[in-house]
């Protein structure tokens, strides 16, 4: 009776097909959504990553395979490794729209299956690049993202989501049928509304 989803906008849904297809017909509308914060997906380096900030563009020429060595982006001449959360994370596609023009990813892409070991990967190798939801940035660097090789380069932090200055943003909602009598869950979402610092304890943004 009650779902969760992440999307861009009200009407922009960010999400992967087999995730919409886990939600009953005609759940994802304005009067069914409660927003409860925002998430940002963060690219993430090694630590040790000497490369201070990239642009849009030369994220989605790494995830697509058109930049493969990081002294292409100012960086040591070490092949990328790049790691990519796998076609059932609506951060993918997130992701594919927002750096890449809705181009396909490189098959050289290395697919993780759990969000949480994205930052295992990336930190243990020095030449490494993934994305994640930035709560589970954990030990990685966060990499700051550029409009261009002119703008200055943004973090994903509290205030460039809510201002939307960092590009890869996405909206938290809670899902319940306006129909529907489940008067537990209409609590749970009341809550949720209400205590965004127990949202703000699991990475979200309020």
């Known amino acids: 009776d009650l779902h969760s989803f992440p999307t861009r906008r009200s009407s922009d849904l960010?999400?992967?097909?087999?995730?919409?297809?886990?939600?009953?017909?005609?759940?994802?509308?304005?009067?069914?959504?409660h927003q409860i914060g925002m998430d940002a997906v963060a690219i993430v380096v090694h630590k040790d990553?000497?490369?201070?900030?990239?642009?849009?563009?030369?994220?989605?020429?790494?995830?697509?395979?058109?930049?493969?060595?990081?002294?292409?982006?100012?960086?040591?001449?070490?092949p990328i490794k790049v790691f990519a959360l796998r076609?059932?994370?609506?951060?993918?596609?997130?992701?594919?729209?927002v750096f890449m023009g809705g181009k396909a990813y490189a098959a050289a892409v290395r697919d993780v299956d759990v969000h949480s070991m994205m930052s295992d990967f990336v930190s243990e190798d020095p030449h490494a690049?993934?994305?994640?939801?930035?709560?589970?940035?954990?030990?990685?660097?966060?990499?700051?993202?550029?409009g261009d090789a002119g703008s200055e380069a943004v973090a994903p932090t509290p205030e460039s989501v809510r201002s939307h200055t960092y590009p890869a943003f996405r909206d938290l909602y809670l899902y319940q049928l306006s129909k529907s009598k489940n008067v537990y869950a209409r609590d749970f979402i009341r809550r949720s509304?209400?205590?965004?610092?127990?949202l703000?304890?699991?990475?979200?943004i309020s």
């Open 14 to 33: 960010w999400s992967s097909p087999e995730e919409a297809a886990l939600f009953p017909e005609n759940i994802l509308s304005p009067e069914a959504e």
């Open 49 to 78: 990553n000497p490369v201070q900030s990239l642009t849009v563009s030369d994220v989605g020429k790494i995830f697509r395979g058109e930049i493969t060595s990081w002294d292409q982006v100012g960086g040591s001449s070490n």
């Open 87 to 97: 076609d059932s994370f609506g951060a993918r596609h997130l992701v594919r729209q």
């Open 129 to 146: 690049i993934g994305f994640c939801s930035i709560a589970f940035a954990n030990q990685c660097r966060v990499m700051p993202v550029g």
């Open 193 to 198: 509304e209400e205590h965004t610092s127990e």
């Open 200 to 204: 703000q304890s699991l990475g979200a």
